[in-house]
């Protein structure tokens, strides 16, 4: 007869966890804006997945050469069916980008679209590198100076 049971400190705070971070009825917690920053084609382009934004809801802005992305959404609900009268829920987030210093900031495009905001800022083309020659050397070298 061994029931034993090994006792584990964390299964309470994993527990709690689980519920309040894995609700499928709290999708608000779930939902996280992903980011990804790449260029293409002397773009740089930063693209922040937000499903349920609206235009309205974002904030796009430049501060000390970097690009800021900020937004907050909030929602709603009226039942007069239910014992509440309003039911609540808001999503924010924000993101900071910074800027290389040949980006062209007047140029800066922001488009957002099927819950993607797509910021499209040109960089200006980096000056071809000057080539030096190097020619061998006509003075004769004393091993002496070597030493």
Known sequence: MN???KYNPFE??????RQLFDNPFSPTLNQTA?????TVNNNLIV????PNFDEDDVDVSLDNGALIIRGERHEKTEDSERK???????TS?????????????????????DGVLRVTVPLK???????????????KHDKKDKK
Not at 12 to 17: C, G, H, I, M
Not at 34 to 38: A, G, H, K, L, S
Not at 84 to 90: A, F, L, N, P
């Open 93 to 113: 987030f924000f993101r900071r980008v910074q800027l290389p210093e040949d980006s062209n900031k007047d140029e800066i495009k922001a488009h957002l679209e």
């Open 34 to 38: 992903t980011t990804d920053v790449y």
């Open 47 to 50: 693209e922040a997945h937000l």
């Open 125 to 139: 083309p980096l000056p071809e590198p000057k080539k030096i020659t190097v020619k061998k050397s006509t003075k």
């Open 84 to 90: 509440y009268i309003i039911h609540e829920s808001s």
């Open 12 to 17: 309470e705070l994993r527990a709690l966890q």
């Open 3 to 5: 029931n034993i049971t």
